[in-house]
DNA sequence: GTCCGGGATTTTTTT
DNA sequence: AATCCCGGAC
């Protein structure tokens, strides 16, 4: 029996359109209707209702408010995007918005990606002109159109996590800092937290200065040279990408202008995971709220004001998983003192879990202090009993899970595709993996080592980005000795040296290598012959050889293809299949964007977290294809990844004091609250079915690891009914038995 | 002695 | 992926 109301396939969501305002009749509804002509009729024909269709009170509401700013505050499974969605729908067939003036921003691209379709499935093509997109992708477009404008390069880089940290080794080494006391991974994460905090160099140093200690006095050092170097790249990282926006917005009245004009309805979803940066950023935009004249200086008649832009925020401060990021719920829980006219809406009840599993939801999350009490409820039953299983070992734990899944496609025809396995860090997917494979099940894994984070593909986008960008000297230094080609660090300092005597570039450096103080003879000749091949590859580009061809030609001359097929490394045809990829997704990427250019390419590239669209994952284990597309395939991915998603059946693994929650959150409160609503995350991702489970051992890195249960019950108290017993051996004592009897010996 | 390359070791979560 | 250590080439 299917529990609560099923997410409505799109051609019976596609209702709609028939109560229009008459304001819509009048002009756009004739377009509207006409849309891809997929209106409003249900399998037999007749008519079915309208947009509202579906929708509780609470939900209409939502949909339907008009004015002021609307705060969201939804559970759970509460058909939040759902209700975003219709809202955008409802906007443009009603005729309240037209298409250009509406900007929704979501938390992932696959999101915008699905919300987009949606949204065209309910009142056709004439959606497209909305911008639909994750903050940072919003923001590489206003930064790209009004590059000329701030006076930047618009085909600029975009570092992501692993460049940056890349730069921020060179910064550090280069003020010879101990990388024992002030690893350069820790400074990267608090030059991070205070761009989130909009706090730009020369600010920090002024406070730094004037009552810092030593430590704040090093970082001011280390975050301007760090982004002196950023800025010498012509390169943004992430957090410059949101940042840099809102100087813009606020240095450059006009553009600011711009885009509150254009913008006239913004929504964002996820609003608990947004950061101080962002916050500011919605707040230019919307361009409110507007400020009460203050001592009473009227300047009401200076000139007539833009209006603020309707917002609407969505969030769940629950489920507010990213502070370590930056991500504070402060937004979301001061919304109304941020919009003194706002108005809330909350949703709170569930139409995806069963009773069961909202109740193991509820319990988890109670635990955490200071919080506004919700509880979520659903009109379904109970539903099946949440199963809790101890395991000996990893690999135990990872028997469990395949063998349940077998057992319940064979006994409740449960799909493969309809199960999802969580895990708190990508390291654990690897035993899970290894049973799945044995058995012959067919899985994917979503994130991990995603195909543009691959070495090869990395260094590959980084011959296009040196191509494309001179400047960019993290991919420069990158691919300098990739593949080998007897430029070694030593002469890499050497080059890099010049670079900073003569306050030149490291690529323009590179090209008199020979002037290096201390450098060695062969590796002149190597650097000779590696600024010979940049040259050519160049003078290609010039020509206007295909972005195809042109990858090709940086695999072959660069001998970087040669090297992989020469190696015995098995690895390593792999990666040359991966590059064979790359070709295809360049190729495609020129069919589908004609005048596209190669910054285009890279910046598409930067971006994307579109899982579903990338060509590696499904690592199809034996199975046939055709079973594999009636059945679907296993998800494996992290808690954090599963935000937003949903699975008839989950499995939380490794739910053990130290592993989840994590090691590093164990010390603070905070850390421990955070890592409860990761719980709270995961659990309520599933429908149907949830399973918890741990292991008694663990290897990490071939040692074994006893994790350690101080309280015995574990790090929160289950308050929910546990199957005693089923699966396919006798469940272990779960969750009193103290499990785990020593302490974590470290490693 | 200098420098490069390969191996071992160790990884929270991610736009 | 980034670092450190050691063997081999010059």
Same mark, same amino acid.
């Given at each position: ?7 409505? /396939? ?11 305002? /008459?304001?819509?009749a ?21 008519? !079915?209702?309208?947009?509202? &269709? ?62 987009r ?7 056709? *093509?004439?959606?497209?002109?909305m ?27 975009? %570092?992501?996590?692993?460049?940056s ?13 101990? *990388?024992?006391?002030?690893? *350069? ?21 002024t ?15 280390? %975050? ?10 012509q390169?943004?990282?992430f957090?410059?990408?949101? =940042? ?28 608990? @995971? ?33 209006? =603020? ?8 401060a ?35 879990? !069963?009773?069961?599993?909202l109740?193991?939801a ?16 659903t ?15 990893e690999? &135990? ?17 449960v ?26 099940v067919?899985?994917?894994?979503v ?45 890499e ?16 450096a ?55 097929r020469?190696?015995?490394? /098995? ?49 199809a ?7 594999r ?18 699975? @008839? ?21 905070k ?14 991702r ?20 006893? *994790? ?29 038995g /103290? ?9």
């Open positions: 029996m299917s529990s609560g109301r099923q997410r409505l /396939p799109l051609n019976q969501e596609a209702q709609l359109i028939e109560e229009r305002t /008459p304001k819509a009048a002009r756009g509804s004739q377009d509207l209707a006409a849309g891809d002509g997929r209106i409003t009729t249900d399998e037999d024909g007749s008519p !079915t209702g309208h947009l509202l &269709d579906g929708l509780n009170p609470q939900q209409r509401e939502a949909v339907l408010h008009r004015g002021s700013p609307l705060l969201i505050v939804a559970g759970a499974g509460s058909g939040k995007t759902r209700v975003l969605t219709h809202r955008i729908a409802h906007l443009l067939a009603s005729g309240d918005a037209h298409p250009g003036q509406i900007l929704a921003i979501t938390f992932t691209n696959k999101a915008a990606a699905e919300m379709e949606r949204v065209a499935a309910l009142v056709g *093509p004439r959606a497209g002109r911008w639909v997109s994750t903050f940072h992708s919003a923001c590489v477009r206003i930064l790209r159109y009004e590059a000329s404008t701030i006076g930047i390069r618009s085909g600029f880089s975009i %570092y992501d996590a692993t460049d940290r890349r730069l921020m080794t060179l910064v550090c080494r280069e003020l010879d800092l101990d *990388p024992k006391r002030h690893p *350069p991974r820790a400074m990267a994460a608090k030059v991070s937290n205070l761009k989130n905090e909009l706090i730009d160099p020369d600010t920090f140093a406070t730094a200065a004037r009552s810092g200690t030593e430590a704040e006095g090093l970082l001011a050092q280390v %975050y301007a040279d760090y982004q002196a170097r950023l800025a010498a790249a390169a943004f990282d957090d410059d990408l949101i =940042m840099t926006t809102v100087n813009v917005l606020q240095v450059f009245p006009q553009v600011a202008a711009k885009y509150r004009q254009r913008f006239r309805r913004i929504l964002v979803d996820e609003y608990q @995971d947004t950061n101080h940066a962002q916050y500011v950023l919605i707040r230019e935009l919307v361009g409110g709220p507007a400020a009460e004249p203050a001592d009473g200086r009227a300047d009401a008649a200076a000139e007539p004001e833009l209006p =603020m832009a309707e917002l609407t925020v969505v969030g769940d629950d489920q507010s998983i990213y502070a370590f990021r930056g991500a504070t719920i402060r937004n979301i829980v001061q919304f109304e003192a941020d919009y003194p006219h706002a108005h809330t809406v909350a949703l709170e009840q569930n139409y995806r879990s !069963t009773q069961r599993i109740t193991a509820n319990a988890i999350i109670s635990h955490n202090p200071d919080r506004v009490p919700k509880n979520l409820w009109g379904s039953g109970d539903g099946a009993k949440i199963v809790g299983y101890t395991a000996d070992s690999h &135990d734990e990872a028997s469990f899970v395949v063998n349940e899944i077998a057992d319940l496609h064979a006994r409740h025809d799909r493969h595709g309809d199960v999802a396995v969580f895990y708190r860090t990508n390291a654990q997917s690897r035993a899970i993996e290894d049973v799945l494979v044995r058995a012959g067919a899985y994917r894994v994130g991990g080592t995603r195909f543009y984070e691959r070495r090869e593909i990395k260094d590959a986008l980084a011959y296009l980005r040196v191509l494309d960008n001179p400047d960019d000297t993290v991919s420069l230094r990158r691919i300098l000795n990739m593949p080998k080609r007897g430029i070694g660090d030593r002469a300092a050497c080059v890099a040296a010049l670079a900073q005597r003569d306050g030149i570039s490291f690529a323009a590179l090209e008199r290598a020979g002037d290096a103080p201390g450098i060695g003879a062969r590796a002149v000749n190597a650097i000779g012959a590696f600024t010979a091949l940049l040259a050519e590859l160049r003078s290609l580009l010039a020509d206007g050889v295909g972005l195809g061809q042109l990858i090709v030609a940086i695999l072959d001359c660069s001998g970087y293809a040669a090297m992989l020469d190696s015995r490394d /098995p690895q390593d045809e792999t990666r040359l299949e991966n590059l064979e990829e790359l070709i295809a997704v360049a190729g495609e990427f020129e069919t589908q964007t004609p005048d596209g250019t190669l910054s285009d390419f890279l910046t598409d590239v930067s971006l994307v977290a579109d899982a579903d669209d990338l060509p590696d994952e499904a690592v284990a034996g199975q046939a294809e055709l079973e597309t009636e059945d679907g395939v296993v998800t494996l991915m992290t808690l954090h990844t599963a935000k937003g998603l949903e699975f @008839d059946v989950v499995f939380m693994t490794g739910m053990e004091e130290g592993v989840f929650p994590h090691q590093r959150s164990l010390g603070s409160q850390d421990l609250a955070e890592e409860r609503r990761l719980a709270y995350v995961g659990v309520t599933a429908r149907q079915r949830l399973y918890l489970s741990r292991a008694v051992t663990r290897s990490v890195f071939g040692s074994q690891c006893r *994790p350690r249960s101080s309280t015995g019950a574990g790090w929160w108290t289950p308050g929910w009914p546990i199957r005693t017993t089923g699966g396919h051996r006798p469940p272990r004592r779960w969750p009193a /103290p499990g785990c009897a020593r302490p974590a010996t470290g490693r």
